[in-house]
């Protein structure tokens, strides 16, 4: 993935309409048949997964995906499953950051 990634939130999925971005969230749901799960990052994002990628509810990903030209959804490019201690307020801030001086963080 050669592609500049930002990262980003539920709250700013719309500022990043058909860009490939980077997310970290807790899986809330996981379809395995329509290959849909939802994630929350400050908010609920709806993933559309492309791969064999499975996700475990509870638990916590970074996913690097495009953000579709509506910002319904997330289509998933990589996912990278994170440990169980995420400080999710952390997550928010450097987020925030990110938007701020996007240089730093891609």
Same mark, same amino acid.
């Given at each position: 993935?050669?592609? %500049?990634?930002?990262?980003?939130?539920? =709250?700013?999925?719309? *500022?990043?309409?058909?860009?490939? %971005?980077?997310?970290?969230?807790?899986?809330? =749901?996981?379809?395995?048949s329509s290959r849909?799960?939802?994630?929350? =990052?400050?908010?609920?994002?709806?993933?559309?997964?492309t791969g064999n990628d499975s996700f475990t509810v509870g638990n916590n990903y970074e996913i690097i995906g495009q953000v579709s030209s509506d910002a319904a959804s997330v289509r998933v490019m990589s996912v990278i499953e994170l440990s169980d201690n995420v400080n999710f307020d952390v997550v928010k801030k450097l987020v *925030?950051?990110? *938007?701020?001086v996007p240089e730093l963080y891609a």
């Open positions: 993935m050669d592609n %500049v990634t930002i990262r980003t939130d539920a =709250s700013l999925l719309p *500022q990043h309409q058909g860009k490939i %971005v980077r997310i970290i969230g807790k899986c809330e =749901s996981y379809d395995a849909h799960t939802t994630l929350n =990052s400050n908010g609920p994002i709806r993933l559309a997964l *925030q950051y990110a *938007q701020k």
